[in-house]
């Protein structure tokens, strides 16, 4: 007797486990996913407070192609003249530079691409956020033969205090010195850098190799006394400034980098607030199944209490209460799990580049309040339903052996998520074309909000959508494995919206998966296409990492044997009235080898101090050959002459294309960003050999055929799709556990006919096999699903990306297939607990379970 | 087929007399123990039962609640294994067969109704039917099934789900699945014991019926003298051991020895 009720409590305890279960994973998913975009969004905001001072007195104009500094400099003597404002309380000049590479101790360069790779001049001046780099470890570097780094570079190259490390100079004469590491840098109050290294150096020593050891600064942070804004130091700043030199405030300066750093991880912040959105709904749907069943399950116990006198509200009542605890108790054990994965997820984009291991977790209030809200709430609304639909069926009809619960109709239901299903299909329309641009600008709601619609308005319409699937499967597995077969199509048509509804956790990972398979391969098609059309000469010479080359390698180059020519591309951008513009620059070699089509002027009018613009920009501007062009550049404002005009052309990326002496006299540093590499005619294989000596010991530097070069940015594709992968893969892991939960709660469910069916001999095995069976048709199911919604969503997103440099859709079908057989996969593993515990059942026992 | 007259559940039948001695064992059970708990609470639920079950026989165990008959039910069904002693089915001492080899056992010579709970919900009426012959991947002998299905009447209701019958049709239903795998032995757990008297006695002449035109031998626990006057043979069981028999047993005569030992019980007490 003790035994029994033991075992009985046993089992309802793993019913309450298993809910809770639910309730974890759904909350951990959310809170995961809050919590690393807050870390993420830190982290940034960290690195901006720590890039400005109070007021930053700076050169006005245009910066490198790459984000770097303006070539022009501020005179030393600025910086005492500055100390001595009124409102000052001190002035620091900073020396920037970028494309300084740290080599670790296998001889590679550390950094990946995107990340600048920056040296700095050592000085202790405060920030304006308050939380600037410091010294963390060691000593500050004094003279040529001392450095600092920060602590991840000198983590992740293998350097300690007191190691010789060498570091690569963006350009001039050395290209390469050797010194000590005395001391290590870090934001001791929080904050990452986010993959850029960091090289510090004393300020004469930075001013000797990044400025030619001019006595100047690239730009001066003024530090305000107390009681003075920033605003009013910055106005008596401006006073004593030279004519193309600024004073802008601290606040000011970092919302400029902001906006460009933001935008640029802006699609990654609004992916992961997509994501959480969906992990909510992924995991709230677990959380509706799972109540579901456990009160459809408890329903006879509930319709004894109400045949004892029980009022309906008390029994829904009571209902309530247990899903508040579950809620409670589920929310709490989520949080904690979900700041695991946020420590999973800073582990995974740590493997891509995006290290933020300077940066501990960032947890906020707003996390514990979604966390319990969506733990306690959508578990309060799961209980809801059941609960109610329990007390509206007379009390004798819910004591009778096979319990039916009424449930609301599935016509109803179809209705209603087709009218979802339009509803999103409209709103993504609105969303990725242009139709309601001029109305309201909120193109990214559309599609977002679209998305979703589309999502919800399928799983509720997928009870009627997947019968004949349903059935075709019950039919197939009839014929394939014979009774068993039957008995597991059977079960999976049991309860269409059971099955459906778990099955939907799968569907949503993989429309998921299945958008950015497309994506990926699409943009994958685009660029090969793109570099076969514009992939000019034999070899390209650059900077894998994205920054400069040294302008003395293109006379290198040019002296290896084989090499008929070389042509240099550099790019810049430009202020016009106040807008950025991109510059590109190339040599007569170049303009040979782009062979663009003059519409007006012809190639030999391009001079030094002369532009040729591209066919549109001239028209929106009504400029002609002869006319002018007036930007702001570091040395100030010029006027350019309009040589010609061309149309547009595939390699020429920019509208402006002038010459390299133009950019030089406008203050840009000497850098070639591209060598485009000609070799003689059979010599290519002599060429190559001379190029890779060449670039050897450059471990800056690389040489690539058309084919390297179109694998290298597919493989940055790759990487950009991996990490999406990888955020897919734990929707799909908890889609697997909600399978698992699903079946094993069934399984429980169905005690007493497992038993029935062992007593009339079925076998282990082959229930074993019924159950993986009925896992696999749920699995499948949502992987068609998926995989139809995916296909939807990511051919009209390329679509509708179709004019913006993405021009080619393709769908990679073997990926497709392979998420199929997959979902096979899920399904066979996520049957394996289930099928064991009721493979394991007491024949008897079973029979006898109430 | 045609069903064979059967009498009236208040007229009980004539039995079966010529059952010959030499008829062959079914089943047979040797000195069979089971207890359950331990300790002060241990309940000895059978206690050296011995005992034979001749083919072609309907056999009635009876005995007050908690006696042991369910449990000895499952012993000689192959659910459940005793803690001394041995079964037989037919050649077969299942003391020694795994778990594998059981479920055969049961698939193949052995079938059971239960009283309640008999049928897969998912599957109708003819597929319940069919489930132990499709388990094993066999095909039905379609005379033999129609025979069945005729005689427990259901022809009109095969294509119908369980919760769609009722209680009196889902109980022949689960008859006739006993039956159609022809096994070496039926057992029934008091398959009337849900069932009002009209439904009981439809599913007892079944049962009757299957033992006369088909020699199927049938051992029924029932806690009714009524339904035990359909038998051929009345086991009856007390605190787990064998207390009583008797043969071609009329309802007065069952109702005599019941009464006996319920006195018997109650002196005891
Ligand atoms: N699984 C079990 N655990 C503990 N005791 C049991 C179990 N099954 C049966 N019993 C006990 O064994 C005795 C015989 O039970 P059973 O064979 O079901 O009796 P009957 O069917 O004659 O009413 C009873 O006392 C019962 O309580
Ligand atoms: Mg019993």
Redesign the interface.
């Known amino acids: 007797m003790i035994r029994a009720a033991l075992r009985s409590l046993l089992a309802r305890k793993l019913r309450l486990v298993m809910s809770t279960f639910a309730i974890v994973l759904g909350v951990a998913f959310v809170v995961g996913t809050l919590i690393f975009s807050d870390t993420l969004n830190r982290s940034f905001t960290a690195l901006f407070a720590s890039t400005v001072g109070d007021v930053v007195v700076r050169p006005v104009g245009g910066t490198t192609e790459a984000g770097g500094p303006s070539s022009a400099t501020l005179p030393a003597a600025l910086v005492d003249e500055l100390a001595a404002l009124p409102g000052a309380a001190r002035a620091d000049g900073n020396v920037t530079a970028i494309g300084v590479y740290v080599v670790d101790s296998d001889g590679k360069a550390v950094g990946g691409y995107g990340p600048p790779a920056l040296g700095l001049n050592d000085n202790d001046a405060p920030a304006a956020g308050g939380e600037g780099l410091a010294l963390v470890a060691g000593e500050s570097p004094v003279g040529p033969d001392e450095l600092a780094l920060d602590q991840v570079t000198a983590e992740s190259a293998g350097y300690q205090i007191g190691d010789t490390v060498p570091v690569l100079l963006p350009r001039g004469d050395p290209d390469r010195i050797e010194a000590t590491l005395t001391g290590l840098v870090g934001f001791p109050e929080g904050g990452s850098l986010n993959g850029a290294t960091l090289v510090v150096l004393d300020t004469p020593t930075a001013q000797d190799l990044f400025l030619d050891g001019e006595e100047a600064f690239n730009d001066i942070w003024v530090t305000a006394r107390d009681g003075v804004s920033q605003e009013e130091l910055a106005a008596e700043a401006s006073g004593l400034l030279p004519d193309g030199v600024e004073a802008v405030t601290g606040d000011a300066a970092a919302d400029e980098s902001a906006d460009e750093l933001l935008d640029a991880i802006s699609f990654l912040t609004t992916f992961l607030l997509i994501f959480a959105g969906i992990s909510l709904v992924v995991g709230s749907f677990l959380i509706v199944n799972t109540f579901s069943m456990l009160v459809a399950q408890r329903s006879r116990e509930l319709a004894l209490l109400r045949a004892l006198g029980a009022s309906r509200v008390q029994v829904v009542a009571s209902v309530q209460a247990e899903a508040a605890v579950l809620g409670v108790v589920g929310s709490t054990i989520g949080l904690g799990l979900g700041v695991l994965l946020a420590v999973a997820l800073r582990a995974l984009f740590a493997q891509v580049g995006l290290d933020l291991s300077g940066q501990s977790l960032v947890f906020t209030p707003r996390v514990v309040v979604a966390a319990y809200a969506v733990g306690i709430l959508v578990t309060a609304v799961a209980a809801l339903a059941p609960a109610l639909r329990t007390v509206r069926i007379a009390p004798v009809q819910a004591l009778r052996d096979d319990v039916a619960l009424p449930e609301a109709s599935l016509a109803r239901r179809f209705r209603g998520g087709l009218a979802l299903f339009v509803l999103g299909c409209l709103s993504l329309v609105a969303g990725l074309t242009d139709l309601l641009d001029d109305v309201v600008d909120a193109g990214g709601w559309f599609t977002g909000a679209g998305v979703l619609l589309v999502l919800l308005g399928t799983t509720a319409m997928s009870p009627v959508l997947a019968q004949p699937f349903l059935g075709a499967t019950r039919r197939a597995y009839a014929a394939v494995f014979g009774s068993v077969g039957n008995l597991a199509g059977q079960n999976s048509l049991r309860n269409p919206r059971r099955t459906t509804a778990t099955a939907s956790a799968l569907m949503i990972g993989l429309t998921l998966a299945c958008t950015m398979a497309i994506v990926g391969d699409s943009a994958k098609a685009s660029t090969d296409r793109a570099i076969e059309q514009n992939f000019v000469g034999d070899y390209v010479v650059s900077n894998p990492f994205g920054g400069e080359l040294n302008p003395a390698l293109a006379d290198q180059v040019a002296a290896v044997d084989g090499v008929a020519s070389v042509a240099r591309e550099r790019f810049a951008l430009a202020q016009e009235d106040g807008d950025a513009r991109a510059l590109a620059a190339t040599d007569r070699a170049g303009l040979a080898l782009f062979d663009p089509v003059f519409v007006e002027g012809a190639p030999d009018d391009l001079v030094d101090g002369t532009v040729v613009l591209k066919e549109d920009f001239a028209a929106d501007r009504d400029l002609g050959v002869g006319d002018e062009l007036t930007v702001t550049v570091p040395a100030g404002e010029q006027t350019w002459t309009v040589a010609g005009v061309i149309e547009d052309n595939p390699v020429i990326f920019t509208p402006v294309l002038t010459t390299i002496g133009t950019l030089e006299a406008g203050g840009f540093p000497a850098a070639d960003y591209v060598l485009f590499v000609t070799a003689e005619d059979e010599a290519g294989a002599t060429a190559r050999d001379g190029l890779d000596d060449l670039v050897a010991d450059l471990p800056v530097v690389s040489v690539k055929d058309q084919q390297e070069f179109a694998a290298d940015q597919r493989a940055q594709i790759d990487q950009f799709v991996l990490i999406i992968y990888a955020l897919l893969g734990l929707a799909l892991l908890i889609a697997v556990l909600g399978i698992v939960n699903t079946l094993a709660l069934s399984v429980i469910e169905r005690t007493r006919e497992i038993g029935l069916l062992r007593a009339v001999g079925l076998t282990r095995g082959q229930l074993r096999r019924m159950i993986t069976l009925e896992s696999v048709v749920i699995a499948v199911l949502g992987a068609l699903l998926g995989v139809v919604l995916g296909l939807g969503f990511g051919v009209s997103l390329m679509y509708a990306v179709r004019d913006q440099g993405l021009e080619v859709i393709s769908v990679p079908f073997g990926q497709v297939a392979v998420f199929l057989l997959l979902a096979v996969v899920v399904g066979v593993l996520a049957a394996f607990w289930p099928a064991r515990r009721a493979a394991r059942l007491d024949v008897l026992e079973a029979i006898a379970t109430e | 087929m045609t069903v064979p007259p059967t009498p009236a559940p208040t007229d009980p039948p004539a039995p079966a007399a010529q059952m010959t001695a030499a008829a062959d064992v079914a089943a047979r059970v040797v000195g069979l123990r089971k207890t359950y708990?331990r300790g002060e609470?241990v309940v000895r639920a059978l206690d050296d039962v011995t005992l034979e079950l001749r083919s072609g026989e309907f056999t009635a165990v009876m005995g007050p609640s908690g006696s042991g008959k369910s449990t000895l039910m499952?012993m000689c069904?192959a659910?459940?294994r005793p803690d001394e002693g041995e079964v037989w089915i037919g050649d077969t001492e299942i003391g020694r067969l795994g778990?594998?080899a059981l479920?055969?056992l049961?698939?193949?010579e052995i079938g059971?109704v239960?009283q309640?709970?008999?049928?897969?919900?998912?599957?109708t009426a003819e597929?319940n039917v069919l489930?132990?012959l499709?388990?094993?991947?066999r095909r039905p002998d379609p005379e033999w099934f129609d025979a069945v299905v005729d005689t427990v009447g259901l022809r009109e209701r095969l294509g119908h789900k369980?919760?769609e019958l009722s209680g009196g049709q889902v109980q022949r239903v689960a008859v006739a699945?006993a039956l159609v795998s022809r096994p070496r032995i039926v057992f029934a757990d008091e398959p009337t014991g849900n069932l009002d008297s009209r439904s009981g006695a439809e599913v007892l002449r079944l049962l009757r019926g299957a033992v006369d035109d088909h020699g199927q031998t049938v051992v029924m626990v029932t806690h009714d003298p009524v339904a035990a006057a359909y038998c051929d043979r009345v086991v009856f069981l007390a605190d787990g051991r064998v207390v009583d028999e008797l043969r071609a047993p009329d309802r007065d005569a069952v109702l005599e020895i019941m009464t006996r030992m319920t006195d018997a019980g109650e002196a005891s007490a």
């Not at chain 2, 309640?116 to 599957?123: D, H």
């Not at chain 2, 499709?134 to 991947?137: E, H, K, T, Y």
């Open positions: 708990g609470a499952h069904a659910l459940d778990d594998k479920t055969l049961r698939r193949e059971f239960f309640s709970f008999n049928l897969v919900p998912t599957l597929e489930l132990p499709s388990i094993a991947g369980p919760n699945r």
